[in-house]
């Protein structure tokens, strides 16, 4: 990246980069929990239950897109109710057992002893998100936490600019920030933004469901952090 130049023709050095972590299936490892709650979902209305391979080559957000593609059909109001209630009261049940991805805790801890900004952004409800953040004892690595305020059907491009506006005020640049998650929902939404992406399989999507994001796709966290960096270069 080409460093830019005042008038006088000194150079001004780039603003540093900035990562907006996702939660579910990035920082957070809950794969086990998600099915578990997806399962017992399906069995409300008698559908078989779904493997980890399955699940990952499938899963799209909006949720009720997902449904569909199982289904053979978007499932109704009155079933979209129901399952999303019993997803949700299988999948606290077992969150507060899951534990963090692998190295994300020094990740976290590194980037801002480097002086580097970071920031978490999920579509997990925000009541929920924030204790469960506390509970890890990361809280202070971020500088804003949002989680979602609103239905459970909502995608991440809407939520990832009310997000970038208020980072906006503290200095960061929505060009100098990479969003590190694992789903294609996340390059969408990044780029909706003019934002970069790095994805995890560690989460939610296949890996050759990632690729065809057009974005990096990396297997470690550690790995999605060094990308961040060249990507920021």
């Known amino acids: ?29 809950d794969i086990d929990a998600v099915i578990t709650a997806t399962n ?19 899963y799209v957000v909006p949720v009720p897109k997902f449904y569909e593609r199982l289904m ?29 991805a692998e190295g994300a805790r020094e990740l976290l801890r590194d980037w801002q002893a480097d002086g580097l900004t970071q920031s978490l952004l999920s579509l997990a409800p925000h009541e929920k998100l924030v204790p469960l953040v506390q509970a890890h004892g990361i809280e202070r690595h971020f500088l804003r936490v949002d989680g979602r305020i609103g239905p459970s059907h909502t995608s991440k491009a809407g939520h990832l600019v009310r997000h970038m506006q208020a ?16 789903a294609v929902d996340d390059a969408l939404a990044a780029a909706h933004v003019g934002a970069r992406a790095v994805l995890y399989t560690g989460g939610s999507h296949s890996r050759s469901s990632l690729e065809r994001a057009g974005v990096p796709v990396v297997d470690s966290l550690a790995e999605a952090v060094l990308t961040a960096r060249e990507l920021a270069e």
Not at 79 to 96: C, G, I, K, L, S
Not at 167 to 182: K, P
């Open 167 to 182: 980072l906006e005020e503290t200095g960061v640049s929505t060009g100098r920030t990479v969003l590190i998650g694992d």
């Open 72 to 100: 053979g059909r978007l499932p109704t109001d009155a079933e979209w109710e129901v399952m999303d209630a019993t997803f949700h009261r299988y999948y606290w049940a077992a969150a507060d057992t899951a534990g963090l």
């Open 40 to 58: 017992a979902s399906f069995a409300e209305f008698g559908f078989a239950p779904i493997t980890l391979e399955r699940y990952r080559e499938l």
């Open 1 to 29: 990246m080409t460093t830019p130049a005042t008038p006088a023709g000194r150079a001004v050095p780039a603003a540093p980069v900035h990562i907006v972590w996702d939660w579910n299936g990035t920082l957070l490892h």
